[in-house]
């Protein structure tokens, strides 16, 4: 991996340096993987930093990622550090946007990660949201799921953030029920 690369993840960045950071990944989209891989023991610089760069990646050219997507999927089933797992989720999501049913059905074990992550008050608005958009991709996928997501979703609305209420019921009027 590109030490220098490494170095530059390692201090406190503002968006226009996350910007420069997901526009270099772009154009040496083979440095994904590594910074996916080398996660593990990692500053909190260094994992907020590469969860950010890689949410921006996804937001202008997710087909970059998709070589690495077993990869992401793996670290979103790993990781309980927020500050990489609300983007890893993020990622995992707008994969799933270009993946065909095949792919999303290789990694189901994402439902049940992403239904812990909703149903615990543990995790912020923000990454309990991402999860709700990966369930709704699942309830595409196998309608049967919708009715387990949608009491899922009534037991989390009384306590709910604002914008977590938002992204429920746009997934609940998805769910067609």
């Not at 996928?141 to 899922?152: F, M």
Request: charged fraction near 25%; charge should be negative.
């Amino acid at each position: 991996m590109n030490q220098k690369l490494t170095e530059i993840l390692e201090n406190n960045l503002g968006i226009n340096d996350i910007t420069a950071v997901s526009e270099y990944l772009i154009m040496h989209e083979n440095e994904i993987g590594d910074l996916l891989k080398g996660l593990q023991g990692c500053s909190e610089n260094y994992l907020k930093n590469v969860g950010w760069a890689l949410m921006h990646v996804a937001k202008k050219d997710v087909s970059v990622i998709f070589p690495y997507r077993d990869t992401c999927y793996d670290a979103a089933m790993q990781y309980q550090d927020e500050r990489i797992l609300r983007n890893l989720l993020f990622v995992a999501n707008a994969l799933f946007e270009i993946s065909d049913n095949d792919e999303k059905r290789a990694h189901f074990e994402l439902y049940d990660r992403c239904i812990g992550i909703v149903t615990s008050e543990s995790y912020a608005p923000g990454t309990r949201s991402n999860a709700l958009s990966i369930l709704e991709h699942f309830c595409q996928l196998e309608p049967d799921l919708s009715q387990e997501v949608a009491i899922i979703i009534s037991t989390i609305m009384d306590y709910a953030s604002a914008g977590l209420k938002s992204k429920a019921k746009k997934v609940l009027k998805s769910l067609n029920l």
